[in-house]
């Protein structure tokens, strides 16, 4: 059964960093591009980064370009994403997915894996 596992959301003050993590399980882990979406209250999903299955190539919208930073470990089956900077705009649920492209989209059908998600909160 796959799985896809966020981690490391919560409140934090504007200026301030957290780490999000996305544990995968029940699919080869390494054949997949991994992807970041962002989803606020009312507003519809939003593509983060991106980056394919050795780690080599990244991309990020440029709402959070030089203060994220997305990361994987195929031998722990792991994605990550380092928020720098953080302000009260990136409050949103944050999705890692799972795709077969190096897909550069918040649409969700466009992806094989979604998971269920990591609420981050910027606010002082």
């Known amino acids: 059964q796959v799985h896809l596992v966020e981690s490391g959301g919560g409140l934090v003050q504007p200026g301030g960093s957290l780490r999000l993590s996305c544990a995968a399980s029940g699919f080869t882990f390494s054949g997949y591009y991994m992807t970041w979406v962002r989803q606020a209250p009312g507003k519809g999903p939003e593509w983060v980064s991106t980056?394919?299955?050795?780690?080599?190539?990244?991309s990020y919208a440029d709402s959070v370009k030089g203060r994220f930073t997305v990361s994987r470990d195929n031998d722990k089956n792991m994605l990550y994403l380092q928020m720098n900077t953080l302000k009260p705009e990136d409050s949103a649920l944050y999705y890692c997915?799972?795709?077969?492209?190096?897909?550069?989209?918040?649409?969700?059908?466009?992806?094989?894996?979604w998971g269920q998600g990591t609420q981050v909160t910027v606010s002082s």
């Open positions: 997915a799972a795709g077969t492209r190096y897909f550069i989209t918040g649409s969700r059908d466009q992806y094989t894996y």
């Open positions: 980056i394919s299955t050795r780690g080599i190539s990244t």
